[in-house]
């Protein structure tokens, strides 16, 4: 189990980051097309996670901007928005800020916050996703993360992005 803060207050997480180095493990995530997609269907891409607890906070919505700016400069590799919040609401947002260099990726109803060590335990925002970059290359091995040790603050994008350099 990892820590994170929120309001001051440690927080845990059900488990930890997978190591770099490591293989992806196995996910499930949910598009903004309703359709699930896996380890299988980012084969061949450079990803990153750009993950946390929801859209509608302005940390969040801070790092998919950010993560959409940086998105345009990088050469094979997908950068991945994954919340806890619904398909819609991710689209939503995106549309409504003319973000089209991330994709979104629900957890709503996959496991993604188990599998990847993420999922809050406790707080105010249990059951959500803790702030995270997870970076893999196009076989699905970890280059990269980072547990972000308050969520409210914003992850570290250069470290993300240098990792697939």
Same mark, same amino acid.
């Given at each position: ?89 991710? !689209?939503? $947002?995106? &549309?409504?800020?003319?973000? +089209?260099? @991330? ?5 709503? %109803?996959?496991?993604?916050? =188990? ?7 406790? !707080?105010? $925002?249990? &059951?959500?996703?803790?702030? +995270?970059? @997870? ?5 699905? %091995?970890?280059?990269?993360? =980072? ?19």
């Amino acid at each position: 189990m990892a820590q994170t803060s929120f309001g001051g207050n440690p927080v845990n997480t059900n488990g930890d980051l997978p190591a770099p180095g490591a293989s992806l493990p196995s996910f499930s995530l949910t598009g903004g097309n309703l359709q699930d997609f896996g380890n299988a269907d980012i084969t061949g891409k450079r990803v990153i996670f750009n993950i946390f607890p929801s859209v509608d906070t302005p940390v969040c919505a801070t790092s998919v901007r950010k993560f959409n700016e940086l998105a345009s400069s990088l050469q094979n590799a997908v950068v991945y928005c994954v919340s806890a919040d619904l398909p819609f609401a991710q !689209g939503r $947002f995106c &549309g409504a800020e003319g973000l +089209a260099n @991330v994709q979104t990726a629900s957890s709503f %109803r996959g496991g993604f916050g =188990e599998a990847f060590g993420v999922q809050l335990n406790e !707080g105010a $925002f249990k &059951g959500l996703l803790a702030r +995270a970059v @997870v970076v893999a290359d196009e076989t699905g %091995r970890v280059l990269h993360t =980072e547990l972000v040790d308050n969520i409210g603050s914003e992850p570290n994008y250069d470290a993300a992005v240098d990792a697939l350099r």
